[in-house]
């Protein structure tokens, strides 16, 4: 579990420094930027309207930057996936790897595995293409109206 700190408590927070990938990645609806549309205040030093940036902004914060997980080279603009989680009230913490760069989720996957030994992790490939959720085995049967919904397989670990 090395590099995995899941924990309720919250670990020293990074800094996004040269990462601007879920300004791409993820839409924001206060700007009406759609998903994989690159935010037109992405500048250089991140973002050009920092102070004014619309609370989605503000609040979002991927698991690396919250430093739950990874190494520094693991930073989402180097690695070329983004985690973060969702709670969900019947089945609990999920978490999920966004993949933005194709063949980035094959290269994470000691760590995918690692984590998904005790958490559940969607994982959501580019062109969201044979999505799946990873996690225990006992996992599975709870998921499985949640799985039919998405239309995504299960592999246990
Ligand atoms: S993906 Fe994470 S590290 Fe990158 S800019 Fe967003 S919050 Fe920061
Ligand atoms: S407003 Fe700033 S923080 Fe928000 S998506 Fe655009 S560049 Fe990123």
């Given at each position: 579990m090395d590099h995995v700190k899941l924990t309720s408590d919250k670990p020293n927070p990074r800094v996004c420094g040269g990462c601007t990938a879920c300004c791409t990645v993820y839409p924001v609806a206060a700007l009406n930027k759609k998903a994989g549309v690159t935010c037109q205040h992405v500048c250089e030093t991140g973002c050009a309207i920092y102070s004014t940036h619309p609370q989605e902004c503000k609040t979002y914060e991927c698991l690396w930057r919250s430093n739950h997980?990874?190494?520094?080279?693991?930073?989402p603009d180097k690695s070329g996936v983004i985690f973060g989680s969702n709670f969900d009230q019947e089945l609990g913490l999920i978490l999920y790897a966004q993949e933005f760069r194709e063949g980035s989720i094959k290269k994470l996957m000691p760590l995918i595995q690692s984590i998904a030994r005790c958490n559940l992790v969607y994982l959501a490939y580019c062109h969201n293409k044979n999505n799946v959720v990873m996690g225990p085995m006992n996992r599975a049967t709870q998921l499985s109206e949640f799985l039919e919904a998405k239309n995504v397989a299960f592999q246990s670990q």
């Open positions: 997980l990874g190494t520094d080279e693991d930073r």
